[in-house]
């Protein structure tokens, strides 16, 4: 059974599911919304408490001012205000992309909360020497985008993260007639959300607290892919062994069976 539901917090109105009984732990991403974990929700909730949801200003998670940008910082507020609304903690977290991001956001101003945070592929970029390159390439991608080039912002994007698509792929992803949520979704991520997740600097200090409570997760076929580089980066700067997870950067959603055997091998260390 899923339990669906939404949590007022200063500027948002935040929905949530929760599945199954037991430990609990949260699925977290960002932009993407509770839907794509649904099938890794679903195995996990046979022996946990599962937590999913909508980020600030996504789908079903709405804002009294849409205007707002997403930080990690409020995004990571607006998960220990769920956490703490559950009572069920403390949590394991598992983000994804620039959930990972929040995941790790929160472990730094709330490590009383989380029990073990995976952060599968964050893109810290500043970890990068490279990295004022990178954030200029993404505000170009940016400017592409808000002057309404769809097709053309999201050729630069894959180009700088890595991602290599058969041709024609994005004309079938993203031209024609689209869903209007998704197209709103995708212009907050890109207006108010990308460059805040991108730009974040760690607290590696803070992070490095955490010991063995931390894993860094890297999707076995993302080598050389920007999340592949900045994930190493994080594990390098705090001295940790990355684990590796089934698929790419979204294996949770294309390969939840093996994804949920490899995170659960990873628990039970």
Not at 144 to 163: E, H, N, P, Q, S
Not at 170 to 189: A, I, K, N, S, Y
Request: glycine content about 8%; charged content about 20%.
């Amino acid at each position: 059974m899923i339990t669906t539901a939404t949590l007022d917090v200063p500027g948002a109105h935040l929905y949530y599911e929760v599945r199954g009984q037991g430990p609990l732990i949260a699925l977290v991403g960002a932009p993407m919304d509770a839907g794509p974990f649904a099938p890794l929700a679903d195995l996990l909730a046979t022996d946990h408490t599962v937590l999913t949801t909508d980020p600030r200003g996504i789908n079903r998670s709405r804002l009294d001012d849409p205007a707002q940008d997403s930080t990690p910082a409020l995004r990571a507020a607006d998960l220990s205000r769920l956490l703490t609304h559950l009572d069920a903690g403390p949590a394991t977290v598992l983000g994804s992309s620039g959930g990972a991001v929040t995941a790790l956001a929160l472990a730094q101003t709330r490590p009383d909360q989380v029990h073990t945070v995976i952060a599968h592929e964050p893109p810290l970029v500043n970890l990068l020497p490279d990295a004022a390159r990178i954030h200029a390439e993404t505000d170009d991608y940016i400017a592409t985008y808000l002057a309404g080039d769809v097709i053309g912002a999201w050729t630069k994007f894959m180009r700088v993260a890595g991602i290599e698509l058969p041709e024609g792929a994005l004309e079938m992803m993203f031209g024609g007639e689209r869903d209007p949520q998704q197209v709103e979704d995708e212009h907050r991520w890109f207006a108010h959300e990308m460059t805040h997740t991108d730009r974040w600097q760690p607290d590696l200090n803070a992070l490095r607290s955490l010991g063995n409570r931390l894993i860094i997760g890297i999707g076995e076929e993302s080598t050389g892919q920007l999340c592949d580089r900045t994930s190493h980066a994080l594990a390098d700067a705090l001295a940790l062994k990355p684990t590796h997870f089934p698929g790419d950067h979204t294996g949770f959603a294309d390969h939840p069976d093996q994804f949920a055997t490899r995170l659960r091998g990873e628990l039970s260390r």
